[in-house]
């Protein structure tokens, strides 16, 4: 059981796409240069993502990808599903095969595990993510400088 660059890969780039989603639809080109990941492996995500119908592409100048529904309705499981990641810890996949044709000793304790790791992921919204990410940007602090008679944040007062 792990989860592959695949998986880490697709989340990473909605996390990108919905932080950005106020701009207009966002471009692969735009993520990739961001997030590290290269052009073509996204196009293949994205491919999937669309056909999940978790994002829908906008053609033309200006164009690029959206989220096709709202991020609070969006979980790091549907993505991770979306992408075929799977989600496995048992050895038989779940078909209760494992030792010789038959179930093995441990196969409830993997398969309880996948159970809670998928409970988990799908109570993970994209909004909480995207929330996490960009929270401490945009919650700078605004003081007065009394002196200057102007705005600044508390990191430009700490230097000053």
Known sequence: MR???KGRFAVTAMIDLAAREAEGPVTLAGIAERQKISLSY??????KLRRYKLVTSVRGPGG???LAR?????????????????LDATQCGGKE?????HRCM????WANL????????????????????????????IIKDVRRRSVITLREAAVA
Do not use: W
Request: hydrophobic share 40%.
């Open 3 to 5: 989860l592959t660059t």
């Open 42 to 47: 996204l196009e293949q995500l994205f491919g």
């Open 64 to 66: 690029g990808y959206r």
């Open 70 to 86: 709202p991020m609070d309705r969006v979980t790091v499981a549907d993505i991770i599903i979306a992408v075929d990641e799977p």
């Open 97 to 101: 095969n494992c030792h010789d044709e």
């Open 106 to 109: 441990t196969h409830d304790l």
């Open 114 to 141: 996948n159970k809670r790791m998928y409970e988990y992921l799908d109570s993970v919204t994209l909004a909480a993510l995207v929330r996490r990410e960009v929270a401490p940007e945009s919650e700078v602090n």
